[in-house]
């Protein structure tokens, strides 16, 4: 029987689409935070939320990570009513 060329670390199709959404949710964060006036806020949001993702990069278990990505949309939210609300002040 032939090797197969898929590599052992491959994710199967479910967790690839789980990563799509957590990279996608921390590209929208990082251009939420870009709409930040103060840069000293602004470098504190991005420190804050490379690290956040970077500490939960191992977690594996589907349940945890759905619910960290539906958290992270709901920062994200509060994070853009915040802004709005700034700006139209």
């Not at 029987?1 to 929208?28: E, G």
Request: zero cysteines; proline letters at 3%.
């Amino acid at each position: 029987m032939a090797a197969s060329r898929i590599p052992p670390a491959a994710l199967n199709f479910k967790q690839f689409l789980q990563r799509q959404k957590v990279l996608s949710l921390y590209r929208s964060i990082l251009r939420t935070i870009r709409k930040v006036p103060n840069k000293e806020d602004q470098q504190y949001l991005e420190n804050w939320a490379r690290e956040e993702f970077k500490r939960n990069k191992n977690v594996k278990e589907e349940d945890v990570i759905r619910m960290m990505v539906t958290q992270g949309r709901r920062q994200l939210q509060d994070l853009t009513r915040t802004l709005q609300l700034a700006q139209s002040s």
